[in-house]
């Protein structure tokens, strides 16, 4: 079955510096990933996917994540982090069951950013 | 605005209470998912259904009870409700077949049991 594991519930960042954050699959099958973000009081909301092709993959305000085969990696970052950046990220598979294609979450990283 | 509305957005029920969650989309999605945000703890999935039948239930209590009448309309029914099940309930929905496809969310219930 596929799965995330996010390493980091938070991190803490300079307004300025650069965003990581971690996230890991397994997967016997090439994954199809997900990088998602959640204002506080708010639903998530996509920031960007990888299906095929291109490992680098850009996302909406100014986040990328590269896709990493040989390290099962599909960390985020961000060269210059804002304050409305502050959120909740949370990286995702998609899982088959049943037939259906379900996504499945990791445990979310809490960022924090400080002026 | 993502295409995928809940109503209401905030509720407080009492414990002997039955009240509804309503979540509703337009997006043309097949599949429609139930899931449940508690502070410091994973996102759980509560609830999926496909085609409007249901494929999963993650082991919920019978306290709630989902409804999935067509494909753009997803209930949560509740009653007897603990103090624990105070959280935000999350709706999203997605295509079921398209492995590459992404969850859209809606707002969220804030849902406060006293």
């Known amino acids: 079955a596929q799965s995330v594991t996010q390493l980091g519930s938070h991190v803490s960042v300079s307004e300025g510096a650069l965003v990581l954050l971690r996230c890991n699959y397994s997967?016997?099958?090439?994954?199809?990933l997900f990088w998602y973000v959640q204002y506080p009081n708010q639903g998530l909301q996509l920031l960007l996917k990888y299906t095929t092709g291109a490992t680098l993959v850009k996302g909406i305000n100014g986040f990328e994540a590269e896709f990493k085969k040989s390290e099962t990696s599909f960390h985020l970052t961000k060269p210059s982090a804002h304050m409305s950046d502050a959120a909740e990220y949370f990286c995702a598979v998609t899982q088959t069951r049943g037939g259906s294609y379900i996504p499945t979450f990791g445990r979310g990283t809490s960022l924090i950013v400080h002026p | 605005e993502t295409g995928v509305t809940q109503t209401p957005r905030h509720l407080v029920m009492g414990m002997t209470n039955k009240k509804s969650l309503k979540c509703e989309q337009h997006l043309g999605h097949n599949a429609m998912y139930w899931y449940k945000q508690s502070a410091k703890k994973p996102l759980e999935l509560m609830f999926v259904y496909s085609l409007e039948e249901r494929v999963e239930n993650n082991s919920v209590p019978s306290r709630f009870s989902p409804e999935c009448p067509n494909s753009s309309h997803l209930f949560l029914h509740l009653h007897t409700l603990q103090p624990e099940d105070s959280a935000l309930y999350l709706c999203?929905?997605?295509?079921?077949?398209?492995?590459?496809?992404?969850?859209?969310f809606g707002q969220g219930t804030r849902l406060t049991v006293v």
């Open positions: 999203a929905s997605s295509l079921s077949q398209g492995v590459n496809t992404e969850a859209f």
């Open positions: 997967s016997s099958v090439p994954p199809y």
